[in-house]
């Protein structure tokens, strides 16, 4: 089992290096640590188009590689700009897997032949993705629907490259100091789990049915229904929502009106997902949004998903409120509240580095102002300074330039900052008329009580302990160690100075008053004794202190 498994590592390995030095890339196995696998130096360099080169790249590692490229394009805080826009292109396609194959694991999931499922299942698929691929099929009641299906052994070749992805990782951060600020090891762990949640379908239908549920009072967006007698791990089927891309209804709109509508429509509902459920469509790309023949919205494809608890969806909406009332500090403070410092942060120089990016959005007109982009640039001054933000903030960024860039298409006057600034609103009253605060206030009110009603019996204890002598007080010092440690050794080498000087002395003594016993050169062998004894204590404590002057 064991070597099997090494021998699956050793064969991707030597995949991943082919592909990188076919791209130019082979130097960055030396940064990897992979050469004492592999046993060679592919001596290339990159080329010049580096950032076509890594998407060219990832598409040919395979579907956990594209994955990777799709969930590195949401993080601005980490991968430069120029790759970001290349890492977009990302699409999340593969060949086709024989329909006999598609049809082997439903019926291995269901125990029973397509046929008895379906009164119909389209043998060509609708789209054939890194992970899985769609069918479209029609229920016994003619219901229609689409059939999502998990390719063969695709969990298996997955799980090898998040082990050897985890392993570079780790590799980087022990020999990289730059990796360890980003958290390489925080974006393996946090691309693992979204990729093994995509993996269990029936995690794509919960994410769905909530979605559904959110969306279920906003007027004119729709999620697709979740057939779950027909879903497992590997089979999800939902129903068919038809329509056009948004884009492509943006691109040769019906009217300005409907154009506007749509926008507004679109930023109402990713609002409210965001500033009040704090659970949002985290891939909102045109193909996933569609515009029915009655005009209504439909969100597809809910695999990944962005989650804000209430701790950082309450920091978010007061970061925009400090951007609103153009108070750095306050949203500096926010930052470092939110955040994790890798490093002591200069507070005023950071503060001064956010006040040089967000000033240049205080004179701009509120529909200038792209929310997506702010943020963005707020997470790349954050890094700077060593703060790192939650992961969720980034794809926040990338969702909401998403959305802003789809709605000024859809209408070129559309105001997002400004309807942000309504659900801004909306999330504060919620808050403070929440079920969940009148719960911490009862919780703060019993708290309260119970220290009020225990005071008095605990001050008692106190004075009883104080009358009859018993009462310990106990200090601790932290950091003192080296201190004592320093005083200890001076003592010690005082001392022996001293005894060093006295023997000296005592033994010029015995010398002078010329009495006892003839050694060496006629001196009293008591004293040429003592001058022995210090001349040995004088080069110990000589290199002794030569010694401590290098420690420091």
């Known amino acids: 089992m064991v070597l099997d498994k090494g021998r699956k590592h050793?064969?991707?390995?030597?995949?991943?290096?082919?592909?990188?030095?076919?791209?130019?890339?082979?130097?960055?196995?030396?940064k990897l640590g992979v050469f004492e696998r592999l046993g060679k130096h592919p001596d290339l360099m990159p080329g010049r188009q580096a950032p076509a080169h890594i998407r060219q790249m990832l598409e040919e590692l395979g579907p956990t590689f594209v994955k990777l490229g799709q969930i590195l394009s949401t993080r601005p805080d980490i991968v430069p700009e120029p790759y970001i826009s290349e890492l977009a292109k990302l699409q999340d396609t593969a060949p086709t897997v024989p329909v006999d194959q598609i049809r082997a694991v439903i019926e291995s999931e269901f125990g029973?032949?397509?046929?008895?499922?379906?009164?119909?299942?389209?043998d060509i698929p609708m789209a054939a993705a890194s992970l899985g691929q769609v069918h479209r099929a029609m229920l016994p009641d003619g219901t229609h629907v689409i059939v999502k299906v998990q390719r063969p052994d695709i969990t298996e070749q997955v799980e090898t490259d998040i082990e050897i992805l985890n392993k570079r990782a780790a590799f980087l951060e022990d020999h990289w100091e730059r990796a360890r600020t980003y958290g390489v090891s925080d974006v393996v762990d946090e691309f693992a789990m979204t990729i093994r949640e995509e993996l269990d379908y029936t995690r794509e239908a919960r994410n769905t049915d909530r979605l559904r549920e959110e969306m279920s009072e906003e007027k004119g967006v729709g999620v697709p229904m979740v057939y779950w007698d027909l879903t497992?791990?590997?089979v999800l089927t939902l129903e068919e929502i038809h329509g056009a891309k948004i884009t492509d209804l943006a691109e040769h709109p019906r009217s300005h009106a409907q154009g506007t509508l749509l926008a507004e429509r679109l930023a109402s509902a990713f609002l409210k997902q965001v500033f009040v459920?704090?659970?949002?469509h985290a891939d909102p790309h045109p193909g996933n949004i569609l515009v029915s023949d009655a005009g209504d919205i439909g969100l597809v494809d809910c695999g990944m998903v962005g989650r804000l608890d209430a701790e950082n969806r309450a920091g978010a909406i007061r970061m925009l409120m400090a951007f609103e009332q153009q108070d750095t500090r306050v949203m500096a403070d926010e930052i470092l509240n939110l955040g994790i410092a890798l490093a002591d942060v200069d507070v005023r120089r950071f503060t001064r580095d956010l006040g040089k990016v967000v000033r240049g959005y205080y004179d701009l007109p509120s529909r200038s102002v792209n929310m997506g982009h702010l943020l963005t640039r707020v997470l790349n001054v954050s890094v700077q300074h060593r703060i790192r933000l939650p992961a969720s903030f980034a794809v926040l960024a990338k969702v909401?330039?998403?959305?802003?860039?789809?709605?000024?298409?859809?209408d070129p006057d559309?105001?997002?900052t400004a309807n942000a600034r309504g659900y801004v609103g909306r999330a504060v009253r919620n808050e403070l008329h929440s079920e969940t605060t009148l719960n911490d206030f009862y919780r703060a009110i019993v708290s309260t009580r119970n220290f009020l009603f225990s005071l008095p019996e605990q001050m008692e204890r106190l004075m009883r302990k104080a009358v009859e002598g018993t009462l310990r007080v106990e200090f601790?010092?932290?950091?003192?160690?080296?201190?004592?440690?320093?005083?200890?050794?001076?003592a010690n080498t005082i001392s022996i100075a001293l005894i060093v000087a006295g023997t000296i002395v005592g033994s010029s003594l015995v010398v002078s008053a010329?009495?006892?016993?003839?050694?060496?050169?006629?001196?009293?062998?008591?004293?040429?004794?003592?001058?022995?004894?210090?001349?040995?204590?004088?080069?110990?404590l000589i290199v002794s202190i030569m010694k401590s002057g290098k420690h420091k």
């Open 10 to 30: 050793l064969r991707r390995y030597r995949e991943i290096a082919g592909v990188l030095a076919r791209h130019g890339w082979g130097w960055i196995l030396g």
């Open 112 to 122: 029973r032949p397509v046929a008895e499922m379906f009164q119909e299942f389209e």
């Open 232 to 234: 497992t791990s590997k």
């Open 277 to 280: 459920d704090g659970f949002f």
């Open 400 to 410: 909401f330039t998403n959305i802003d860039g789809i709605c000024r298409q859809l």
């Open 414 to 416: 559309f105001n997002f």
């Open 476 to 490: 601790k010092h932290q950091g003192l160690e080296d201190v004592e440690s320093t005083f200890a050794r001076s």
């Open 514 to 540: 010329g009495k006892g016993s003839r050694g060496w050169f006629g001196l009293p062998t008591l004293g040429l004794l003592g001058y022995i004894v210090a001349l040995v204590f004088g080069v110990w």
